[in-house]
């Protein structure tokens, strides 16, 4: 028995739309940790007091699981992502704001639900420091799941955030603007590709980007930019996957030595890493099958 209705019920609705779900939804939640379970029904929760039922939360989850099982077909018959540039991808997703509604609302039930994605939540919020004061930049933040995590753990005074997209911007703003936790922090969300330079401050003591250089064309210069925006021994958090298809996925990293050369050119540097598996896989096993892989890494400049 799952200690929420609001849990439950969605679990339900997920199979009863994709019955093939079902032995996989079965087990989701046999890994979490009641207050991880207890994160996803106040999500739920949230989602709900903004007119998103429960009905509608299991077809964005569908969406991404059906999604990423095509672009995975795609990527084991090609060797490669279906799509290489921002053109290709950004009106049908960064743009479109149903679909990315959906895709982000997904993407966040499965931080929760999947086990990758749940370590790699747990990552961030171990590794997120609690005494250090100053200014925290997100880059990417999506759903704003992270930033509500870094909102709740730390003691940063201020906090930004940046996206391209609209409808993240807006998701990022009512997810934080829903919590209590958050009501005493001062943040401000931007609506802006972080190329573009229209952050506020010139140094930042602490830099998240979870999974946005898969996204992109050039993912050097994102680094060299954080690099060039973070304090002297500021936090820098970065998650992003290896041989990970999905449907706006167009740089790929084939191996941990592909991303860690590319911190290595930005002149940042690797403190501590964690690679999780494909659920069920070691990583060996999900590297030989190039089954997804995903990295995160806390760096020093
Ligand atoms: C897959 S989501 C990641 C959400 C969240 N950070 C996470 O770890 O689950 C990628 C986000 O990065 C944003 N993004 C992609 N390219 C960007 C850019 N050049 N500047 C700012 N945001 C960007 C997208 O709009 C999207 O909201």
Redo the contacts with the bound molecule.
């Keep these: 028995m799952l200690a929420h209705a609001g849990v439950d019920t969605l679990l339900a609705e997920i199979v009863r739309i994709n019955p093939l779900q079902s032995s996989f939804i079965e087990s989701s939640l046999e890994g979490a940790t009641p207050d991880e379970v207890n994160d996803l029904s106040r999500y739920i929760s949230f989602c709900e007091r903004n007119s998103l039922d429960i009905p509608y939360l299991a077809e964005c989850y569908d969406l991404i699981v059906k999604d990423t099982l095509r672009e995975q077909f795609y990527f084991q018959r090609h060797q490669r992502y279906r799509y290489s540039t921002?053109a290709e991808v950004a009106d049908s997703?960064?743009f479109d704001n149903d679909y990315?509604s959906k895709?982000?609302h997904g993407?966040?039930i499965t931080?929760w639900l999947w086990p990758n994605?749940r370590e790699?939540h747990r990552y961030f919020a171990r590794k997120i420091p609690t005494t250090e004061k100053g200014t925290y930049l997100?880059?990417?933040?999506?759903?704003?799941?992270?930033?509500m995590t870094a909102m709740n753990l730390s003691a940063y005074d201020r906090f930004e955030g940046?996206?391209?997209?609209p409808?993240?911007v807006e998701m990022t703003r009512a997810l934080l603007a829903s919590h209590e936790e958050t009501h005493r922090a001062v943040y401000e969300i931007y609506c802006?590709?972080?190329?573009?330079d229209e952050l506020h401050q010139k140094r930042y003591d602490a830099i998240?980007?979870?999974?946005?250089l898969e996204?992109?064309e050039e993912p050097l210069i994102?680094l060299q930019k954080i690099r060039e925006l973070a304090a002297d021994d500021a936090f820098i958090f970065i998650?992003t996957p290896i041989n990970a298809p999905?449907v706006?996925h167009i740089y790929l990293f084939q191996s941990y030595k592909d991303i860690e050369e590319l911190v290595v050119q930005s002149g940042l540097s690797v403190r501590e890493s964690q690679l999780i598996p494909y659920p069920g896989e070691s990583i060996d096993e999900s590297l030989e099958q190039c089954l997804p892989v995903n990295v995160a890494l806390v760096l020093k400049n």
Aim: proline share 2%; aromatic share 14%.
């Design positions: 921002f997703v960064y990315m895709y982000m993407l966040a931080a994605h790699m997100e880059v990417g933040p999506g759903h704003g799941v992270y930033m940046i996206d391209l997209s409808t993240s802006s590709d972080f190329l573009e998240v980007m979870g999974e946005v996204h992109v994102f998650t999905a706006d």
